[in-house]
C-alpha cells in the first residue's frame, strides 16, 4: 500500500466519524458505530507503510 493510499483510506474512516452525528443513532449506536471505525482504523494502521 502507497503512503497515499494508507493516508486517504485514514481519511475517509476519520470523516466517517465526523458524519456520524448526522445519523439518526440512540446514544448506544452511535457509540457502537464509533468503536466499529476506530476498529477500522486501528486494523489499517497495521498497513502504514511508514511503519513497515
Avoid: G
Amino acid at each position: 500500500m502507497s503512503r497515499d493510499e494508507y493516508e486517504k483510506i485514514q481519511d475517509d474512516l476519520s470523516h466517517l466519524l465526523k458524519k456520524q452525528e448526522y445519523k439518526n443513532m440512540t446514544s448506544r449506536e452511535r457509540q457502537s458505530y464509533k468503536d466499529a471505525v476506530l476498529a477500522c482504523k486501528s486494523v489499517v494502521s497495521n498497513y502504514n507503510p511508514e511503519r513497515r
